[in-house]
């Protein structure tokens, strides 16, 4: 069963192993385990459901217990994990519905609209920003979880587009893309738990982006319900007919509707696919390498840059002692030493093509000192790809909190953003007396620059008041260090109430309220997750 | 001099030879030449200015003479040139303004707030969808002509962006850039006389889009003059915050504002560039191969397919008769006879990869038929890239319309949007006992479909009123066939007065009120180049 307190399923633990937490109490002290509230604890916070009594409840579209509220009313930031945590559930929503058609979802809109209820979309609830909080206040809320629009509606194999509910799992997605010689490509962290309407509403990005493009470029059409009515927006291989209706709908967050159906581009699965490792000696190096590199615009899936920090963390965490030993021994050797940065390459696709790919790629790294270490740390890390997100449980039952956050900003920069926002973080930590251990790599590579994510792992306090304080310092120092150097406030993970503060500072008041005008045309009573996104 | 009826300067002059006028006599009957009203009859044409007194006229910045009036009047449709060429000019601006910074468009804006006036912007005035016209009515039009914001600002080649005032020309960009060894790589077939805004502002594609991109991935960021407000949207590599402010002013038609700088994606002048050209036996093994090859991903720079009428209407117009007979005869032996269609394939960049996408794509085409004739049709093609348009000049001397209509879909709709817009125009005319000589090409080719590019040739009936009615028919009838096809009513020329009855069909009812809501917010008073783009 999904943990409803933390990371995913409660039979997958991934442990930290004894040399992970030596190097931790090195860096930040020893931890102290906090004892977490019971499921039962939690619940019992949640008040009775202000939701009116309606054929919809009858009829089990809508479930008011507060075992499925309480499981239904957050995401997975670290302020949501502090509530659940530490069972200080403030809000929830009284109901939550279960819609199997656009139909049922046009009736939950008349329904919340004749009893003046908030309306919460979800899919599989991993937002890190905020997006699904029940808003304080008199108004009762009801979520509606989209997860039952799960099939595979068509697939044009000429056109290479696939018609899916929008509420369909990551992995459900390419199960049944599979299955048919297809995948889509998109693989976020969150892939295990998060959704195609999600990663729409959200603007998500996977990790190989840099072969199958962002959610953005995936997303051709789709069917929105809205509470002024149905947006349908047919596929198109491009258009120049005005305004594109998908970027109303991209990044709107549950704003102007609910997506029921959407269409994405599909590809053939590739025939090879390979992740490689290259270490280079410094950041400076690394970082004009990689610019190079994704500059001459081969056919690579993916690159991923970790700085000097992170490279240390990755192999302290990797266990294989003896082995990471010997490797480093040889890069010693080869110049890269202590500040070595790790850097994985993704090729996927014809395999004479991608090796093609992944040579010219190595050659440009040569005059930057790169080192090629082949496929052993490139494959470790694809096979840990979705698991490394279950490492926050384990930190967090060792004592240690860990939040990332991330931006994106051109190439001249990054390194500067890199700098400002770890030191941002450390700063803050030290007002309360703690010490960050922060961490960031690149993790999308464009031409014109890359996004900046940076990890930040620190101690609990031990009790709810101080750890949100603890977490409300370095998210405010993190956040203003990354409008203060020119980055978007979020390449990846979307605005929802945490980054809400600090978006007028790239949209500017005009684009404010012109998403707000933009928004107000399709929800006219404004009952569409109100309070996220726009501040 | 920039001819004032026509396409382009009045020194170029591109013929058509006797063959070519025999074959058109062939297909449709001889033309009749028409002769066309002289410049000082269209003007005296133009009623007296309508502007009051203001201290913007007095300073220069407006100009009121029939003259510039009539020569910033109108854009390149065939009803625009139809207006000129028989001098019927019914509405013109009542003042061309030549703004040279954002100060002057924002005193512009209250000038024409305070006297009621509306406000087209223009850039190189190529429009072919009837963006420019004044609106009939009691109010004054103020024509803002860009054409001075021309500078290249600035130059970020680490991050390869490049920030220009919004007017410049595409010859006199691509020349700023090209000292400094950058290109833009827009390159619509309007390049020599469109403007960087236009191509924002009507969603342009160039013709090597498939490495380049279209102008929406070009364009990263910029600043535009509304009249609520000046709204700066800074350059990400990417983002996830919410609604991407760009996309607002992409394909706005001058609706909400005027763009006044803009921001874009340049890259290193390529170190090789080669068009080649492929025959293939027929249609169907044509699009086949096309499709095929684009969906492969390979990193080519255009393809563009004629079908067979396409392909015998450029070989009869070519010249070189004795070449073309030898080709003919070379194809006819490889099994491309009568339906025969060409295929132009462009490569760019990096040597050895370009060649080696060029091997791939042609490896593609084997299978179906696909005989690959070298550079020589590929060169001609590049060298006249420009000139085509100026055919349309030659043929009107002769007693020839040319007009053209354009639209994309999904593969498996492609053939069929051919045959019926062809058809359309043919019916459409027929009623009027006129043959028209149709052709059609993919311009630009995705994994996902294809535009349709269709021209159609006619006789001229002599007088306005007939071949108004004549354009009518065919543009009606077109354009119905696109929409009842499934087409998008635009690929690449955007929108204005001749498409806008026909965005309905694509964007639903609450998709065009939503565009409205969205302009109306950055222009309350709904003054921006009213009656465009929106039914």
């Known amino acids: 069963m999904r943990r409803w ?33 019971a499921f039962g604890q939690a619940c019992a916070r949640i008040g009775a459901s202000r939701l009116p009594a309606h054929r919809l409840i009858d009829r089990g579209l809508i479930d008011t217990s ?31 519905a279960y819609p199997e058609s656009a139909q049922d979802v046009r009736e939950l809109f008349d329904y919340a609209r004749a009893c003046g209820a908030s309306v919460i979309a ?88 840099l072969r199958y493009g962002r959610i953005e470029q995936l997303f051709r059409g789709g069917s929105v319900e809205t509470p002024a009515g149905t947006l349908d927006i047919p596929t198109f291989p491009a258009s120049a007919a005005g305004t594109d209706l998908r970027e109303m709908v991209l990044g709107s967050e549950g704003r102007l509707g609910i997506l029921t159906e959407a269409t994405v581009r599909v590809t053939p699965l590739p025939q090879y696919e390979a992740f490689h490792a290259v270490f280079f000696p410094d950041w400076t190096e690394a970082e004009t390498a990689v610019r190079l590199v994704v500059q001459a615009g081969l056919s690579l899936s993916m690159l991923r840059l970790s700085n000097a920090l992170e490279t240390t963390t990755m192999l302290a965490l990797a266990g294989h002692k003896k082995m990471i030993s010997l490797l480093e021994g040889y890069l010693s050797l080869r110049g890269c030493k202590d500040g070595k940065c790790m850097l994985m390459v993704g090729v996927s696709g014809h395999k004479s093509l991608a090796r093609a790919a992944l040579r010219e790629a190595l050659a440009l790294t040569l005059p930057h000192g790169g080192v090629h270490v082949g496929r052993y740390m490139g494959e470790k890390w694809k096979q840990n790809r979705f698991r490394n997100v279950y490492l926050r449980n384990a930190a967090w039952e060792h004592g240690y909190a860990i939040d990332t956050v991330e931006t994106a900003v051109d190439w001249p920069r990054v390194e500067a953003m890199m700098h400002a926002v770890e030191a941002a973080a450390v700063g803050a930590l030290a007002l309360h007396g703690e010490r960050v251990h922060t961490y960031t790599h690149l993790s999308h590579l464009y031409a014109q620059g890359a996004s900046v994510y940076t990890t930040f792992v620190y101690r609990l306090a031990g009790d709810y008041a101080s750890d949100l304080a603890r977490w409300r310092a370095l998210k405010r120092a993190a956040s203003l260090a990354i409008v203060e150097s020119g980055g978007t406030i979020s390449h990846q993970h979307g605005v929802g109430s945490d980054h809400a503060p600090y978006l007028a500072a790239e949209k500017g008041e005009l684009g404010i309220s012109a998403m707000r005008a933009l928004f107000a045309h399709f929800d006219p009573t404004q009952m569409m997750n109100p309070g996220k996104l726009l501040p």
Do not use: C, K
Request: glycine residues 14%; without cysteine.
């Open 5 to 37: 307190n933390g990371w995913g399923d409660e039979s997958v633990a991934f442990a930290l192993n004894e040399d992970a937490l030596a190097f931790l109490a090195r860096r930040i002290g020893a931890g102290t385990p906090v004892v977490d509230a």
């Open 66 to 96: 507060p075992e499925v509220r309480l499981r239904n009313a957050l995401g997975q930031s670290l302020p949501d994990w502090l509530r659940l945590r530490y069972g200080v559930i403030e809000t929830a929503p009284d109901g939550v």
């Open 122 to 209: 979800q899919g599989g609830g991993t937002s890190v920003a905020g997006h699904l909080t029940a808003p304080h206040g008199v108004q009762p809320v009801l979520a509606v979880n989209m997860t039952r629009f799960r099939q595979l509606h068509f697939l044009d194999t000429e056109s290479q587009l696939a018609t899916f509910g929008a509420g369909v799992f990551g992995p459900d997605l390419e199960a049944q893309l599979r299955a048919r010689g297809y995948t889509l490509g998109h693989f976020p962290q969150s892939f295990e738990y998060s959704t195609l309407g999600g990663w729409i509403a959200t603007r998500s990005s996977g990790q190989q982006s």
